[in-house]
């Protein structure tokens, strides 16, 4: 079982962008821009464990990753200017962090490792739920296996997702694609949900490399479609139409291959700023064999700036409203039904809390929470207290070690007289030291040694030395007494009988000679040892260096007279053996200029003699708010203004670049969204004056009232014109006042304004309403607010229109027809009595 704690002999390895990195292996512009940040660090842990793929996930939250950065804080050194490899940790910040989940893992049959629940990005799978809708969960043995968090009991958040993928062996059929996938769940206030997505594609190219992409996604999970649009989304990506709604994707094609064995980290942060939520896409992949970073940098930075939004957070279990809360480590692939030939590894599922870091409390080895399986591959749970292993494989066969072994030729001492008996023969010898031989000519013989003592007690000394060669490019390496004790000498006190085996494990010389084309010009060698009729693979080196500017790539080899056009390959020797490999001359095409920091990640290998065609980005982004505007470039002696560069490379190139450094004018704030269409870019020195409206109308029931700004958190104004000169970005905060219209219709009452958000108005209609012949009585307010009570008190957060309603009476007509009806009766009454009283 793997231990549940870091090898103390191996520390954690931190890595500064930029370090051991190629220039050509540095991300290529997204389209015209380059996304530049160099505070991303990864996080390595060693294990144990070899020739597995090695996967770890590792959750934070705020409080507690504070720590974690600091300890993780490197300084750089310098060199006549130049970045230097000279960065280091501040290690005595740091404190060694529990590992507490590990997953091992032996695959053949999957062409996708995922860390996360999609058969393909999210965007193409995955089908946003409004809030409150069903989502059905599967069973376990549904999805594809790996290891998955349900998280039903135990639901907590983090601000940060982590994974490592290491992956010693992966051979995929033809077309297939396969995926390294990190996906979490985003909330970022109330019932706002997304998708985040992060992963790495692979398609193998016929030099047995892999072409390879890196992608984030995000996906909007909630009611909200119009938060997913360009009003509320920035990034280096763009937003697309999917079957399942508009996604938003950034996309690194890389420029040259990946073999393996390499390692990928992807991470995924989330932290509040002042523009919204700020999602942090990073990225390190490294080739381990020899040791080559190909991407270590910010992938892509996404601003969602959507009204209503509070700390965002990561879903690690319980239950939300889209029922997309799963936290998983899955095997899957795009493309069911294929499996690749092979792949080795182990998976590791962590999360992080204020005590450190610790496993996921309700991982299971188990399918994805989706549909869908990948044919031949099952999951074989194991479990201690500390760190629970899941081994994932089409045919799960034992694994072996290949320990470091001793090789001998055995030479027996005795002192007096003794029986040899090797094999079926025996021998009596007197005193002395006698050579017993190992080596026929055929190939080394496995003894069975038997030793009787002659005249008493005595002891006798067996002598092997670890490596015997007979012959030129064939040797023999000692397996052990008794297949296990490895000591070169064994001491025995003879009394009686002893027996005890060796033998020697026959090895070949493989010789690798490395040849530049078209000359075949000798330009290095390698030698190693292979066991003789056993399957060895062979790794080539991808890349021959010569001095920084020139450099060898792998094109092919030949290995008696077969052509192979893989630079990692099996081989099974019969007799010493030559290897040839040939690899193509490539020039660095350097670019240069007062920006070189930038520019040096749009450096470029050539092959000798090729015609080269590059576009230069427009923009080279500078952080977040300033960016390098494309001037021109100088060529030898001539200077050009259009992005389109052409030449034939016969030597190492340098390409003058000249870029203008300009600066973003730009709104943050509550409700400054609505004034991005008063951002501009300006050119460092640049005099800027912008204005802005005092009243910004955005429909007829709501506008905004600007109060005042602060610019650059320094200065506070009132006025709405804004001028100066752009030396840094112009962040101009903005106070808000949003205000709803409100239209109140009743008898005494008439309001028709706009009024602030949150004010609260009170309105008393009178209970009876009318003229002399009807009177009217209040029956109800009909509008935003529904109620029988005179008395209306509203709080102002919205549109708001108001009807008082009355029910018609004509009960004053009524009463004034009954006292004339009344006073009718008695004047006739009156009359009549006059009439009767008179004397006839």
Known sequence: ?????????????????????????????????????????????????????????????????????????????????????????????????????????????????????????????????????????????????????????????????????????????????????????????????????????????????????????????????????????????????????????????????????????????????????????????????????????????????????????????????????????????????????????????????????????????????????????????LYNQTAPVALVSSQLTGFTTLWPLNHTTIVLTAQRGLTLGINTTSVNLSRGAYQIPQYTGEGFIENTIRLTPEGGAQEVTLSAPGVIQPEVGYRGVFLGWNHTLKAGTLKLNLSKQYTVSEAYQPQYLLTEIYLAQPNQTPIGKNYEWVNAGANTTVRLPTMIYEGSYVRFLFVGATLNQTQINASEFEVKLVEPTTLYAYYAKQFLIAFVGSHREYYSRLDEWANASQQVNISLPLYIRDGQYARLAFQSYTLGNQTETNLELQLTVTAPVNVTLNYTQQYQLN????????????????????????????????NTTFRIVYDNATINKNTTTTQAHFTGTASTPIIIQLTLTPQYLVVINAPNTHIHAFYNRSQTISVQAPYYSGNIFKLDVFREWVGTLNTTSTQLTLNVNGPIHETAVYTRTYIRLLLIMVSIGAILAATLTIYLKSRTSRPI
């Open 667 to 698: 709104f943050t704030g509550a409700y400054s969204q609505y004034y991005y269409a008063y951002s501009a870019w300006y050119n460092q020195g640049e005099n800027y004056s912008v204005t802005i409206p005092q009243t910004l109308m955005v």
């Open 1 to 381: 079982m793997v231990s549940s704690l870091p090898n103390p002999g191996c520390p954690l390895s931190l890595n500064r962008l930029g370090d051991n990195k190629p220039s050509s292996q540095y991300p290529k512009p997204h389209q015209n821009e380059q996304q530049l940040d160099y505070r991303v660090i990864s996080l390595k842990i060693c294990s144990d464990i070899s020739n597995y793929i090695k996967l770890s996930l590792i959750y934070t939250v705020n409080p507690m990753f504070k720590p974690l950065v600091e300890c993780l804080m490197m300084r750089p050194g310098y060199n006549d200017g130049k970045r230097s490899n000279g960065w280091r940790a501040h290690s005595h910040k740091c404190r060694t962090l529990p590992i507490v989940l590990i997953i091992t893992l032996v695959l053949t049959a999957s062409p996708a490792l995922v860390l996360g629940a999609l058969h393909a990005p999210l965007s193409q799978q995955v089908k946003a739920n409004p809030v409150g809708a069903a989502s059905p969960r599967h069973q376990v043995a549904d999805g594809p296996p790996g290891v998955v968090d349900y998280g039903n009991t135990y639901p907590f958040n983090t601000s940060q997702v982590l994974g490592n993928a290491v992956i010693n062996t992966l051979t995929t059929p033809s077309g297939d694609t396969f995926l390294i996938q990190l996906v979490g769940v985003l909330n970022t206030g109330g019932d706002h949900y997304y998708l985040v997505e992060e992963y790495l594609a692979l398609n193998q190219t016929q030099n047995a490399g892999y072409a390879y992409t890196l992608a984030d996604t995000l996906l909007n999970l909630s009611a909200y479609p119009s938060h997913l649009s360009s009003h509320y989304i920035s990034g280096l990506g763009g937003l697309r139409n999917t079957p399942n709604g508009v996604a938003y994707t950034y996309t690194y094609t890389a420029s040259g291959h990946l073999t393996t064995p390499f390692e990928y980290t992807p991470s995924i942060r989330v932290q509040s700023t002042l523009e919204g939520t700020q999602v942090d896409f990073q990225a390190t992949l490294t080739e381990m064999s020899p040791q080559l970073t190909l991407f270590q940098s910010e992938l892509d930075t996404v601003i969602i700036s959507e009204p209503h939004q509070s700390t965002p957070t990561i879903t690690v279990g319980g239950h939300n409203p889209v029922n997309q809360n799963v936290l998983e480590i899955v095997l899957n692939t795009p493309t069911q039904g294929t499996q690749p030939t092979n792949v080795e590894g182990y998976l590791q599922l962590f999360y992080g809390d204020q005590r450190g870091f610790a496993p996921v409390p309700e991982a299971q080895s188990s399918g994805a929470d989706v549909a869908g399986s990948l044919p031949g591959l099952h999951v074989y749970p």
